[in-house]
């Protein structure tokens, strides 16, 4: 009987051990990856998926950065803090549809910072689940695209001067791409040769 007693004892204690190395194993790379996130410099949130709106529990320090409100002033908060005059109400509602279905996405957002700057939000979402597959969080990656977003819209409206310059000028222009060995001639210079829209051009005919 107190053998039987005794190896029990040893039992418990061995298991209890593997527990408690399980557990601290899993604390050690909790506290990993909270400091990978911590010092990533993209923006980081993480949204309460059981909770009505899905408040935010979590932001990095690049977040805090990007959007100048302090932890304290986001924990709790929703995403709609960021939302403004021009922020695109059709997407809102995509992304509430894919908040409420566990979905992830991606989208991009005119959101605003807490002294009213605006700035162009490139969001992606990303759902965890427990084990039984139920969403409990989603973490929100952002980044700030403004400066790509105003360097192609740059780039359209220069290529709109030119295309009404050469509409304008009756010039026939052609392009040739070297690294896809694609060429483009312009409705002018089609006309000019009169080769149709919808046949390719070619450097022979020119």
Same mark, same amino acid.
């Given at each position: 009987?107190?053998? @039987?007693?005794?190896? #029990? +004892?040893?039992? *418990? ?10 557990? &601290?194993?899993? =604390? ?58 021009? @922020?695109?109400?059709? #997407? +809102?509602?995509? *992304? ?10 991606? &989208?991009?957002? =005119? ?96």
């Amino acid at each position: 009987m107190q053998l @039987t007693v005794g190896l #029990l +004892l040893i039992t *418990l204690v061995f298991l209890g051990g593997i527990a408690v190395q399980r557990f &601290l194993r899993q =604390r050690r790379k909790c506290l990993l990856q909270s400091k990978i996130i911590a010092s990533a410099t993209c923006c980081v949130a993480v949204t309460d998926a059981t909770a009505p709106r899905h408040p935010i529990t979590y932001v990095n320090p690049a977040f805090r950065l990007l959007t100048g409100y302090t932890e304290n002033e986001l924990l709790g908060q929703t995403m709609a803090i960021l939302a403004g005059p021009e @922020t695109d109400r059709t #997407l +809102l509602e995509k *992304l509430a549809v894919a908040l409420q279905d566990g979905r992830s996405g991606r &989208l991009c957002l =005119r959101h605003y910072r807490k002294n009213g700057t605006p700035f162009w939000n490139e969001i992606a979402l990303s759902p965890f689940k427990d084990r039984t597959g139920r969403v409990t969080s989603v973490v929100w990656v952002m980044a700030d695209v403004t400066q790509r977003r105003l360097e192609e819209r740059a780039m359209r409206e220069r290529e709109e001067r030119f295309d009404l310059a050469v509409h304008a000028a009756q010039a026939g222009i052609f392009e040739h791409d070297h690294q896809t060995d694609t060429l483009y001639w312009s409705p002018i210079l089609r006309d000019i040769y009169g080769v149709s829209s919808d046949e390719p051009a070619s450097l022979q005919r020119y």
